[in-house]
């Protein structure tokens, strides 16, 4: 019954004492016809929150760009540190698999330096980026202090930085150019890392009230990007966070207002990468894996895992042709910063295909098999590489490359 029917059912009524009966009864029937609505309406909304990936303002991407063109992308990725190690005289990017970095990494390079007085020849160690993996590892403390659940971080652009120390470079010399003397591997200078989180800082702009231990004091901060993630970076006086209706609240000992230092998760943002692809760890949130995820008891079979692969967005452009048991890969990964697996469990096997071979393969069939290991910590999971033109044309010609372990980003 709708207001409509009931205006429609008085206006045929021709019996005056008919009529104003019915209009009494009707008023009860209107408030519950509203009172309907009201409650429809709000179990919608309820739903949409329920089903709702709360995680979702929490991936991380990244990329890579030169340092004049952040500006350009800076309302969704940000540079996670333009400044240099002490006594590096350049910082590189070298575009190859992760095989090659470890060459570059664990050998002393000859390389080709280009300076204002010319070119120099020099013999150089190239060390990976540290202070690009101490960033992700103070993020990784700051999601765990908030109570956010951390997924693996799928930044693999972050390993192909290298800080390049020579003690016999001359000091007063700039860089112009570099590259390996022979040649075997591009070389990016002026290059930086990018991710979608930016450092602020909040003042609570309304009176702290008190919370509700009575100790402690409640302190709203209004967020810019509603939509974003925002973690607060903890500290002594930092008891809670949570999100409300008003804004992000901090729970404190603080009782006049402050500045609280932060970190903002930028959902994504269509926006043109100008280098390289753009990289995440987001995942696909179906309608069966909210089941999964969801459900009391996880399901360990073949189908579970070929869900999990798919899930992700760095599966495109790989094939889950198979699943073995009691298998292991020929070649050792990187190693897991993230997760560790007790020596005498049972191995797990994916064998991934890709038609093409690019030099972020091997690092998105890494991710995926840390993933699985989140998921199946009972196996010792290790993933294998194939590449060629078919799966159905057998092995014969292809190549093959092994990725065991669970991806961490780097050592």
Not at 112 to 135: F, N, S, W
Not at 252 to 270: G, N, P, W
Request: overall charge negative.
């Amino acid at each position: 019954m709708d207001e409509n029917f009931i205006y429609e059912r008085l206006k045929a009524l021709s019996g005056g004492l008919e009529r104003s009966l019915y209009r009494d009864i009707s008023k009860a029937f209107e408030e519950v016809v509203r009172y309907n609505e009201r409650a429809l309406s709000e179990l919608k909304e309820n739903l949409c929150r329920e089903l709702r990936d709360v995680s979702e303002r929490f991936y991380l991407y990244g990329a890579v760009a030169a340092a004049g063109d952040v500006p350009i992308v800076n309302d969704f990725l940000f540079p996670m540190d333009e400044g240099q190690e002490e006594g590096s005289i350049a910082t590189i990017f070298c575009p190859c698999s992760r095989d090659r970095m470890e060459e570059v990494f664990g050998n002393c390079q000859k390389l080709v330096v280009g300076t204002d007085e010319g070119e120099l020849e020099i013999l150089a160690r190239v060390m990976p980026c540290r202070r690009y993996q101490r960033k992700i590892d103070e993020l990784q403390n700051v999601f765990y202090d908030n109570g956010i659940f951390w997924r693996t971080p799928y930044l693999p652009y972050v390993d192909r930085f290298g800080d390049v120390f020579c003690e016999d470079f001359p000091k007063d010399l700039e860089v112009k150019s570099l590259r390996f003397k022979d040649e075997s591997i591009p070389v990016g200078l002026g290059l930086i890392p990018l991710w979608n989180v930016e450092p602020i800082s909040l003042k609570c702009t309304v009176f702290p009230i008190p919370a509700i231990d009575e100790e402690n004091f409640r302190h709203t901060l209004k967020l810019p990007f509603y939509q974003d993630g925002y973690v607060v970076r903890m500290e002594q006086a930092v008891k809670n966070v949570f999100m409300s209706n008003e804004g992000l609240e901090v729970v404190s000992r603080e009782k006049s207002q402050r500045m609280f230092d932060l970190y903002r998760i930028a959902v994504h943002r269509d926006v043109k990468v100008p280098h390289y692809p753009l990289t995440s760890n987001f995942r696909r949130m179906r309608h069966v894996d909210r089941q999964a995820d969801n459900a009391a008891a996880g399901l360990r079979t073949r189908a579970e895992i070929g869900r999990i692969v798919t899930s992700y967005e760095a599966y495109e452009g790989l094939t889950l042709r198979g699943i073995e048991e009691g298998s292991w890969g020929d070649i050792a990964g990187l190693g897991s910063r993230y997760g560790f697996v007790p020596k005498g469990r049972e191995s797990l096997l994916l064998r991934f295909w890709a038609k093409e071979e690019h030099f972020l393969t091997q690092d998105q069939a890494a991710f995926l098999v840390a993933e699985v290991q989140r998921d199946f910590p009972q196996f010792a999971v290790s993933g294998e590489l194939t590449f060629g033109e078919s799966p159905d044309k057998g092995k014969g010609g292809w190549h093959e490359a092994s990725v065991a372990g669970s991806y961490g980003g780097q050592e």
